[in-house]
């Protein structure tokens, strides 16, 4: 598959899930400021890499797009949560998101933590509310989305990531570390589009979905600890450096640029292999190839 080819189905996919996440949203003046700054940040752009996850897997096991759509939408809410909490003061204390002002410094930071509870509890309302698949298949998925993202998941990696400012962690913490921060709800986000389409987690199928998950989520954020040592803001949309003045430890603690790039081509090979026997797995095959070659 081309990167024009892979470029049009992100867009195409970026597209559909922006409409579906608009339905979930019923204007209401007296509550406008914490609607305006949950839009603010859950429409600002981005990849939607995550919800592509969800619908390619229920599309590759035979599932219907329209089973897949609320699940995605339930994870780029809460991804986009988790961002708007992680930009807050009290966390990495950024004021630069994809290109524009974070949340808290255009709503304050009491809009912008209430923007972000309300999308965390949101995004459970709308998967437990997926009618397409069923009560059955539903409660499974809000049961693993909640793992995914509380504190055995993304937020137990955040916690790890604010105790391991300004002291060194070891290479196998630091792993532990970015498999929840960041891997878990790419994890939750593939395994719900195989839950869409009817995949059971004591399926075989099932262990090749979270192989290929995992691994391109570790890639995923090797490549960030990359791009924040060589890229530039104006091309990532966010602050870079942020690592080395929170002290941070990241995979260039323990390796160089080139080997650091060669632990993610590494991990996009066994995610690849993982997924490639499967008819219809090209655009997961491609997805996981340009999250390990992005420059942004």
Same mark, same amino acid.
């Given at each position: 598959?081309?990167?024009?080819i892979l470029e %049009?189905l992100?867009?195409?996919n970026a597209?559909?899930?922006? /409409? #579906? %996440?608009?339905?979930? +949203?019923v &204007?209401?003046?007296?509550?406008?400021?914490?609607?305006?700054? &949950?839009? +603010?940040?859950?429409? *600002?752009?981005?990849k !939607?890499?995550?919800p %592509?996850?969800?619908?390619?897997?229920?599309k590759?096991?035979?599932?219907d /797009?329209?089973?897949?759509?609320?699940f995605?939408?339930?994870?780029?809410m809460?991804?986009?949560?988790?961002?708007i909490h992680?930009d807050?003061?009290?966390?990495?204390?950024?004021?630069? !998101? !994809?290109?524009?002002?974070?949340?808290h410094?255009?709503f304050?930071e =009491?809009t912008?933590?209430? *923007?972000?509870?309300?999308l965390?509890?949101?995004?459970?309302?709308?998967?437990?509310s997926?009618?397409?698949?069923? @009560?059955e298949?539903?409660a499974?998925?809000?049961a693993?989305?909640?793992?995914?993202a509380?504190?055995?998941?993304m937020v137990?990696?955040?916690?790890?990531?604010?105790?391991?400012e300004k002291?060194?962690?070891?290479?196998?913490?630091?792993?532990k570390?970015?498999?929840?921060?960041?891997?878990?709800l790419i994890?939750?986000?593939a395994v719900l589009?195989?839950?869409? #389409?009817g995949v =059971?987690?004591?399926?075989p199928a099932?262990?090749?979905?979270?192989?290929?998950?995992?691994?391109?989520?570790?890639?995923f954020?090797? $490549?960030d600890?990359?791009?924040d040592?060589?890229?530039?803001?104006?091309?990532?949309?966010?602050?870079?450096?942020?690592?080395a003045?929170?002290?941070?430890?990241?995979?260039?603690?323990f390796?160089s $640029?080139? /080997?650091a790039?060669?632990? #993610?081509d590494?991990?996009?090979?066994? #995610?690849i292999? @993982?997924?490639?026997?499967?008819?219809?797995s090209?655009?997961?095959?491609? $997805?996981a190839?340009?999250?390990?070659?992005?420059?942004?």
């Amino acid at each position: 598959m081309t990167e024009e080819i892979l470029e %049009l189905l992100m867009h195409r996919n970026a597209v559909i899930t922006e /409409e #579906a %996440l608009k339905k979930y +949203y019923v &204007e209401d003046e007296d509550l406008k400021s914490l609607l305006d700054a &949950e839009r +603010y940040s859950l429409f *600002a752009g981005g990849k !939607r890499i995550r919800p %592509l996850l969800t619908v390619e897997f229920c599309k590759l096991f035979g599932g219907d /797009e329209e089973a897949a759509l609320p699940f995605a939408c339930a994870v780029e809410m809460i991804h986009t949560y988790s961002l708007i909490h992680d930009d807050l003061p009290c966390m990495d204390n950024d004021d630069l !998101r !994809r290109g524009k002002p974070t949340n808290h410094k255009v709503f304050g930071e =009491s809009t912008a933590l209430l *923007a972000g509870d309300a999308l965390l509890t949101g995004a459970f309302e709308v998967a437990a509310s997926n009618m397409a698949v069923g @009560a059955e298949i539903s409660a499974k998925a809000v049961a693993y989305l909640a793992s995914c993202a509380g504190r055995y998941g993304m937020v137990g990696g955040q916690i790890m990531d604010l105790e391991g400012e300004k002291r060194k962690l070891s290479l196998d913490a630091l792993i532990k570390l970015h498999s929840l921060k960041t891997g878990a709800l790419i994890s939750a986000a593939a395994v719900l589009g195989a839950l869409a #389409a009817g995949v =059971s987690f004591t399926d075989p199928a099932m262990a090749d979905v979270v192989t290929y998950a995992e691994n391109i989520g570790l890639a995923f954020q090797i $490549v960030d600890d990359i791009l924040d040592r060589t890229g530039d803001a104006a091309t990532l949309g966010k602050n870079v450096g942020v690592d080395a003045e929170h002290q941070k430890s990241t995979f260039l603690t323990f390796y160089s $640029v080139e /080997e650091a790039q060669f632990y #993610a081509d590494r991990l996009t090979q066994e #995610a690849i292999s @993982a997924v490639r026997k499967y008819p219809g797995s090209e655009t997961l095959c491609a $997805v996981a190839e340009w999250l390990s070659t992005r420059k942004k």
